[in-house]
């Protein structure tokens, strides 16, 4: 009988080890791989940190527009006096000044704080020779540039104000600065992105 006891105090002691044993093991491979992750975010945070000032500015999109610009001047009852026609491009970037990207390791990936995109540069050309009719009322340079950049102003203001434009540029600049992180840490990274205003966030 006191084999018995002592037998079955054996196996249950035994039982009681193993299952110890996988708990330490589980929770001792989380806390380390947990600890492991945290350390390499954290790693990234700082080269990518370093990075960011480095390059100052990103465009992330373009659009390009090309149209021709019409002109027409009237005098009362003569009608057309001057009429102005010039084919021409215009080109428009976004995207940000990255000194206001914030970069954070949070627990399970980055945390990129990035502000709404913003017109990084523009461009409006001239692409073919110009049609003027101006034998009644002649255009005078200063007219004729006024002209183009009244027309740049407007194709701008197209951009600007477009809600759905701005939103586009922003998630095109988050998913420039997520290969731009990959890029810079050489490793595939967690990122979620947010804007400095409480807003919905996307992430990956």
Known sequence: MKRAGKALLRVAGLALAITLAVFLIRWGWGWFSGNMLQGK??????????????????????????????????????????????????EIGFGVHLNGVAVAAGEDGLVFTVPDAVMTYDSFQVTGKPEVSD??????????????????????????????????????????????????????????????????????
């Open 41 to 90: 975010y954290e790693r990234a945070t700082e080269i990518i940190a370093h990075e960011i000032q480095r390059v100052g500015e990103l465009t992330a999109v373009k659009y390009t527009d090309s149209s021709v610009m019409h002109s027409s001047t009237k005098a009362l009852l003569i009608g057309d006096v001057q009429t102005v026609s010039v084919p021409y491009t215009y």
């Open 135 to 204: 034998f009644l009322y002649p255009l005078s340079e200063e007219r004729y540039q006024q002209m183009l950049d009244e027309q740049a102003a407007e194709c701008r203001k197209k951009y600007l104000e477009d809600p759905a434009c701005l939103e586009n540029a922003w998630q095109e600049t988050c998913g420039r600065i997520r290969q731009l992180a990959e890029q810079w840490t050489g490793e595939e990274l967690t990122v979620t992105f947010q804007k400095p205003i409480e807003n919905k966030t996307t992430g990956g």
